[in-house]
T-cell receptor, first 114, second 110 residues
Framework: DAGVIQSPRHEVTEMGQEVTLRCKPI?????LFWYRQTMMRGLELLIY????????DSGMPEDRFSAKMPNASFSTLKIQPSEPRDSAVYFC????????????FGSGTRLTVV | DAKTTQPTSMDCAEGRAANLPCNHS???????VYWYRQIHSQGPQYIIH???NNETNEMASLIITEDRKSSTLILPHATLRDTAVYYC???????????FGTGTRLTIIP
């Protein structure tokens, strides 16, 4: 298995532009999580899905952020419009319902908004 | 979920056992202890978890005290590749969310 696949690995964009981060979870996993990591705030859970349905989006910082999971093999995290304070590493993780708490993380997307 | 307390940083000599402590004095009966680590520039990696019995796998051992108020992650023969930030997390059964704290930065010294 290739693991959790995130793209792009790096993204540099100008303030005000739309950014879309992508994630392909491990096949068979039915939960998907989006985290953000910064030096100041550490690892923060933004949103998670179970069976493609958003369960908890209380960590999404504001309306500029949105996430979708149209099917079991794909999810996106969109920021529109982007701001410099959104610069961070964004991680996607997936897990299997019967093995709660054992997440597999992707390699992350390093986002820089200038 | 119960709060955890970990030392900010630790050093360990290569080849020796690395013992990472975690305090979770407010843990309740249905809460598990999880350990993850994050090597620089990579995503966090699951290591091990347990409820009340000691656990061992190919990566590490987890020792949970009888009163469950603290635990220790043991890397039996540390290598330079074990240099990472180690997170101790308490999570209740039925709660899918994992909340990461600041962890312990473990440095393995040649």
């Amino acid at each position: 298995d290739a693991g959790v696949i995130q793209s792009p690995r790096h993204e540099v964009t100008e303030m005000g532009q739309e950014v879309t981060l992508r994630c392909k979870p491990i096949s068979g996993h039915n939960s998907l999580f989006w985290y953000r990591q910064t030096m100041m705030r550490g690892l923060e859970l933004l949103i998670y899905f179970n069976n493609n349905v958003p369960i908890d989006d209380s960590g999404m910082p504001e309306d500029r952020f949105s996430a979708k999971m149209p099917n079991a093999s794909f999810s996106t995290l969109k920021i529109q419009p982007s701001e410099p304070r959104d610069s961070a590493v964004y991680f996607c993780a997936s897990s299997w319902e019967a093995n709660y708490g054992s997440y597999t993380f992707g390699s992350g997307t390093r986002l820089t908004v200038v | 979920d119960a709060k955890t307390t970990q030392p900010t940083s630790m050093d360990c000599a290569e080849g020796r056992a690395a013992n990472l402590p975690c305090n979770h004095s407010t843990i309740s009966g249905n809460e598990y202890v999880y350990w993850y680590r994050q090597i620089h520039s990579q995503g966090p990696q699951y290591i091990i978890h347990g409820l009340k019995n000691n656990e061992t796998n190919e990566m590490a051992s987890l020792i949970i005290t009888e009163d469950r108020k603290s635990s220790t992650l043991i890397l039996p023969h540390a290598t330079l590749r074990d240099t990472a930030v180690y997170y101790c997390i308490v999570r209740s059964l039925g709660n899918e969310k994992l909340t990461f704290g600041t962890g312990t930065r473990l440095t393995i010294i040649p």
